[in-house]
């Protein structure tokens, strides 16, 4: 049973940082495209960054240049890195795998606020 489970969100002030985890598992996760959603309060989904399966990257153009998303060595688990966070950064992070399949994770929160 493939199963991915976000971690890593919570409560930031603006300026500050977090850094997401996405952990699979029932996958070989590094043949999977792995990307990173945010949901808006209306469901709508926006692409926050990606990793493909050769490493190369692609980011939301709100995200270049603050947030980095990379595969951490033990070979299941993708970061999200996220610094100097705005208060429009407020939602929902989703992690989504493809690879054989489409499969995305239950979301974490991440509140940014003074």
């Known amino acids: 049973q493939v199963q991915l489970v976000e971690s890593g969100g919570g409560l930031v002030p603006p300026g500050g940082s977090l850094r997401l985890s996405c952990t699979a598992s029932g996958l070989v996760f590094t043949i999977c495209l792995v990307r990173w959603y945010r949901q808006g309060p209306e469901n709508q989904r926006e692409l926050v960054a990606q990793?493909?399966?050769?490493?190369?990257?692609h980011y939301g153009d709100f995200a270049r240049g603050r947030f980095n998303i990379f595969r951490g060595d033990d070979r299941n688990t993708v970061y999200l890195q996220m610094n100097n966070l705005e208060y429009e950064d407020t939602s929902v992070y989703l992690c989504n795998a493809i690879c054989h399949g489409d499969y995305w994770g239950q979301g974490t929160q991440v509140t940014v606020s003074s």
């Open positions: 990793v493909s399966i050769s490493g190369t990257t």
